[in-house]
C-alpha cells in the first residue's frame, strides 16, 4: 500500500525496484522501470513448484557404476587382448559371445541397485559366468543345426542330381539332426529369457532389514 497526495490510502501495488506505483496488480512488469512485479514473481515460484522433480536426475545410481565392477570390466578386457593375441580366432569368438552377457549383466545389477538390493562383486563374476555358460551352449546348439542344415541341403542335392541313396538317407539324418538342434535352441532361449526375468525381479529389503 502507499499514501497518494490527498491523503487516502491506496492498495494499488508498488514496484520493489522504483517505487513507482502500479495501475493494476495484474501488470506482468512495472510501466516505469520494466522490472517483473510481484505478481509475477509469485506466479514463477508457484510454476516451479508444481514441477515434480525428474526421477532420472533425481535419482543418478542408474548412470553409477562401482570401482569393482570397472576393476572386472579392465580384467576382462586385459583378458580378451591377451587371448587375441595367442589365438586370435579364438579371441574373436570369445568377445562376440561375451557381448550379451556383459549387456545382460550390466542390467541384471543394474535393476537389483535400483530395487535396493546390493550386489556384491562375486554375486557379478556368477552372474556373467553362468551367463557366459549360458551363452555358449546356446551358441554351440545353434552352429550345429546350421551345420546339419547345410549337410542336408547338400546332401539332397547331390543325392537326386547323382541318384544315390546313401546321400538320400545322409540327408535326412542330417535334416533329423537339423530339427532337433533348432527344438533345443529354442527351449534354451525361453529357458534364457525366463532366467533373465528372475534375475531381474528382485524384492527389495524391508526396512530393519
Known amino acids: 500500500m502507499s499514501q497518494n497526495p490527498t491523503g487516502q490510502v491506496s492498495t494499488a501495488a508498488v514496484c520493489a525496484e522504483c517505487g513507482a506505483e502500479q ?12 522490472a517483473p512485479t510481484a505478481a509475477t514473481a509469485a506466479g514463477a515460484r508457484q510454476a516451479a513448484a508444481a514441477v515434480p522433480p525428474s526421477p ?3 535419482d543418478g545410481r542408474g548412470y553409477s ?8 570390466v579392465v580384467t576382462l578386457a586385459a583378458i580378451l587382448c591377451g587371448l587375441m593375441t595367442i589365438y586370435p580366432g579364438v579371441g574373436v569368438i570369445v568377445s562376440i559371445l561375451l557381448a550379451p552377457v556383459l549387456v545382460r549383466t550390466a542390467k541384471v545389477v543394474r ?5 535396493g538390493v546390493t550386489v556384491s562383486a562375486a554375486e557379478k ?6 551367463s557366459f555358460g549360458a551363452a555358449v551352449v546356446i551358441a554351440t546348439v545353434v552352429g550345429f543345426a546350421t551345420f546339419c542344415c547345410f549337410c542336408a541341403t547338400c546332401a539332397t542335392f547331390f543325392g537326386v542330381s547323382m ?6 538317407w545322409l540327408a535326412a539324418g542330417a535334416g533329423f539332426g537339423a530339427v532337433a538342434a533348432i527344438f533345443v535352441a529354442v527351449k534354451l532361449v525361453k529357458w534364457s529369457v525366463r532366467r533373465y526375468r528372475r534375475d531381474i525381479d528382485v524384492t527389495p529389503p524391508r526396512a530393519g532389514e
Open 111 to 115: 535393476r537389483r541397485e535400483a530395487a
Open 23 to 34: 495501475r493494476s496488480d495484474r501488470q506482468a512488469a512495472c510501466w516505469l522501470c520494466g
Open 163 to 168: 541318384n544315390a541313396a546313401e546321400l538320400l
Open 56 to 58: 532420472t536426475f533425481a
Open 65 to 72: 557404476f562401482s570401482l569393482s565392477t570397472l576393476l572386472l
Open 125 to 130: 563374476v556368477a552372474l556373467g559366468v553362468t
